[in-house]
Antibody, heavy 122, light 111 residues
Framework: VQLVESGGGLIQPGRSLRLSCAASGFTFDDYAMHWVRQGPGKGLEWVSGISWNSGSIDYADSVKGRFTISRDNAKNSLYLQMNSLRTEDTALYFC????????????????WGQGTLVTVSS | NFMLTQPHSVSESPGKTVTISCTGSSGSIASNYVQWYQQRPGSAPTPVIYEDNQRPSGVPDRFSGSIDSSSNSASLTISGLKTEDEADYYCQSYDSSNHVVFGGGTKLTVL
């Protein structure tokens, strides 16, 4: 299993950024996927999850209405569109695979990527 | 909002046993599964306990998990401590909206 995030960088407050996660080594369209972030020197924060068929999608209250998760099963890819970015969104963003498909809730993050760093600063 | 509270840090000597607690702020922690993740410096997290007390394949049986309903807490116990166990440990569960909730993390020092 390999998860490789990309798309991070330095961005000004209020601007938008799109993160991508390329998955390999497993049947991507069988499993739910998530974004989890970690602020500098801080703990883990779940950001968003999407079920195997995009039928279930959910967000943390801190990003709801600003971030959009999506997936393209044909391309084995997960995305996170981040709009109206704030300085408090500065973090390392991890892509994580769920052990299950996500149709009946989120479960266990069994594989993680190495993360892509997003820095929101003027 | 539902929160999971962990001690900021714990330390113990090699060969000893350490227990890290994770206390739920409301409701019953036994209502939802608790998972535990290990994060070594500079690395991504990996699961060490799932469904309260199950070990993923490859995780040594020195790692164990439990639930104490009387204190509304979950615990991760590591016995026979090794220097390689030095890491941050996070508990994880769910709130009433099925949102994933992580504890604040505990830094384990093996000295």
């Amino acid at each position: 299993v390999q998860l490789v995030e990309s798309g991070g960088g330095l961005i000004q407050p209020g601007r938008s950024l799109r993160l991508s996660c390329a998955a390999s080594g497993f049947t991507f369209d069988d499993y739910a996927m998530h974004w989890v972030r970690q602020g500098p020197g801080k703990g883990l924060e779940w950001v968003s999850g999407i079920s195997w068929n995009s039928g279930s999608i959910d967000y943390a209250d801190s990003v709801k209405g600003r971030f959009t998760i999506s997936r393209d099963n044909a391309k084995n890819s997960l995305y996170l569109q981040m709009n109206s970015l704030r300085t408090e969104d500065t973090a390392l963003y991890f892509c994580a695979k769920d052990y299950r498909g996500g149709s009946s809730g989120w479960y266990l993050f069994d594989y993680w990527g190495q993360g892509t760093l997003v820095t929101v600063s003027s | 909002n539902f929160m999971l509270t962990q001690p900021h840090s714990v330390s113990e000597s090699p060969g000893k046993t350490v227990t890290i607690s994770c206390t739920g702020s409301s409701g019953s922690i036994a209502s939802n599964y608790v998972q535990w993740y290990q994060q070594r410096p500079g690395s991504a997290p990996t699961p060490v306990i799932y469904e309260d007390n199950q070990r993923p394949s490859g995780v040594p049986d020195r790692f164990s998990g439990s639930i104490d309903s009387s204190s509304n807490s979950a615990s991760l116990t590591i016995s026979g401590l090794k220097t390689e166990d030095e890491a941050d440990y996070y508990c994880q569960s769910y709130d009433s909206s099925n949102h994933v909730v992580f504890g604040g993390g505990t830094k384990l020092t093996v000295l």
